[in-house]
T-cell receptor, first 112, second 113 residues
Framework: QKEVEQNSGPLSVPEGAIASLNCTYSDRGSQSFFWYRQYSGKSPELIMSIYSNGDKEDGRFTAQLNKASQYVSLLIRDSQPSDSATYLC????????????FGTGTQLKVEL | KAGVTQTPRYLIKTRGQQVTLSCSPISGHRSVSWYQQTPGQGLQFLFEYFSETQRNKGNFPGRFSGRQFSNSRSEMNVSTLELGDSALYLCASIAGTSTGELFFGEGSRLTVL
């Protein structure tokens, strides 16, 4: 079992729709969770972090965390073609340091 | 504020050679992490340095090594290159000691022939 699992996609949604990206993780002791966006040929950039159960909203993005189910999700409202990218889920275990375990990413395509 | 600077951006080596990659973090950031990204394995953690000390190390062979200097700049070295080492090597700069919020450089793309 992979430590962080994501559906590789591609996930295709029409412009203006809600895109839902999902991630599960195996280390129950994980404390911090992140979503990174990576455009083709570019490096990943942090778009959301979440540390406690529930929802966290930032503009059109909402991260959801359920530690009991070991599940993290990212919702993108009013999807735009510029949102087309690979979205990487990352998990940081408890303890010090900044070692992250990344999923292999979900490719999102927002179609006109 | 300048971002994370990685050099060189592209390089081609042959099997058996060694390579050194450099990373200058964001000014004021004292923690640097290195990741290897390949199409098959995704992003894999190599190591993390904080104040010149290696704090974490990933599951890579001893051919992969790194260090951090007093000005927070970091280098990683890969010796005896193998074809499978072809990858994008990403350096990340971190503001705090344990936030997990990484700011990546553009990466160094290594091709091993």
């Amino acid at each position: 079992q992979k430590e962080v699992e994501q559906n590789s996609g591609p996930l295709s949604v029409p412009e203006g729709a809600i895109a839902s990206l999902n991630c599960t993780y195996s280390d129950r002791g994980s404390q911090s969770f992140f979503w990174y966006r990576q455009y083709s040929g570019k490096s990943p950039e942090l778009i959301m972090s979440i540390y406690s159960n529930g929802d966290k909203e930032d503009g059109r993005f909402t991260a959801q965390l359920n530690k009991a189910s070991q599940y993290v999700s990212l919702l993108i409202r009013d999807s735009q073609p510029s949102d087309s990218a690979t979205y990487l889920c990352a998990v940081k275990p408890s303890g010090g340091g900044n070692k992250l375990t990344f999923g292999t990413g979900t490719q999102l395509k927002v179609e006109l | 504020k300048a971002g994370v600077t990685q050099t060189p951006r592209y390089l081609i080596k042959t099997r058996g050679q060694q390579v050194t990659l450099s990373c200058s973090p964001i000014s004021g950031h004292r923690s640097v992490s290195w990741y290897q990204q390949t199409p098959g394995q995704g992003l894999q953690f190599l190591f993390e340095y904080f104040s010149e000390t290696q704090r974490n190390k990933g599951n890579f062979p001893g051919r992969f090594s790194g260090r951090q200097f007093s000005n927070s700049r970091s280098e990683m070295n890969v010796s005896t290159l193998e074809l499978g080492d072809s990858a994008l090597y990403l350096c990340a700069s971190i503001a705090g000691t344990s936030t997990g919020e990484l700011f990546f450089g553009e990466g160094s793309r290594l091709t091993v022939l």
